[in-house]
């Protein structure tokens, strides 16, 4: 089971990033996905969740409106586009199977958001 993210990078407040995320190693559909963040105080928050039929998500308060979780079966890649970004959105982004696998992270994208 593996998950590679990409996508972040520096960028200003208001900006916006899209992050993806590249799995392996287990039924990708039949997964619900999520994204998690860890801050530089070191907390992990769920940030976002896809449920298996791609229609259903759900977000953190702190991000709802801002961004955007998505999938696609086919190509087993889950994605977060975010908006309107906020220095207090700065962390490390991993994406995640919701349920199981719980040992199996990925290395993460740095998302910075700094003027």
């Known amino acids: 089971v593996q998950f590679v993210e990409s996508g972040g990078g520096l960028v200003q407040p208001g900006g916006s990033l899209r992050l993806s995320c590249a799995t392996s190693?287990?039924?990708?559909?039949?997964?619900?996905m999520s994204w998690y963040r860890r801050t530089p105080e070191n907390e992990r928050e769920l940030v976002a969740a896809i449920y298996t039929g791609g229609d259903s998500t759900d977000y953190a308060e702190s991000v709802k409106g801002r961004f955007t979780i998505s999938r696609d079966n086919a190509k087993k890649k889950v994605f977060l586009q975010m908006n309107s970004l906020k220095p207090e959105d700065t962390a490390v982004y991993y994406c995640?199977?919701?349920?199981?696998?719980?040992?199996?992270w990925g290395q993460g994208t740095q998302v910075t958001v700094s003027s």
């Open positions: 190693g287990f039924t990708f559909s039949s997964y619900s």
């Open positions: 995640k199977t919701l349920v199981g696998f719980p040992t199996n």
